[in-house]
């Protein structure tokens, strides 16, 4: 669906930080990052990654942000409405 529709999709790393996804659609960045199970939630990679990049939106699909299945089921563009 992303190249169908003219979205990148990339994986971000710095050192020890990360980020899932990350896709870009002309000049809209969205950061995704995929939690599973119920440890502790780091979001370290998201907050680096945020302060280096303009970021549109960030995604956290989880029990607690958006849950899989929704993620699954949206249309790739409404991230970047």
Not at 30 to 51: C, D, H, P, Y
Request: proline share 1%.
């Amino acid at each position: 669906e992303a190249a169908a529709c003219g979205v990148e999709v990339y994986y971000w790393r710095k050192a020890n930080y990360e980020v899932d996804f990350v896709m870009l659609k002309g000049r809209k960045i969205v950061a995704i990052e995929v939690k599973s199970g119920k440890g502790r939630r780091n979001f370290s990679g998201l907050k680096l990654f945020t302060e280096q990049y303009k970021t549109h939106r960030v995604v956290i699909v989880d029990n607690f942000g958006v849950e899989l299945e929704k993620f699954l089921e949206t249309p790739i563009l409404e991230w970047f409405a």
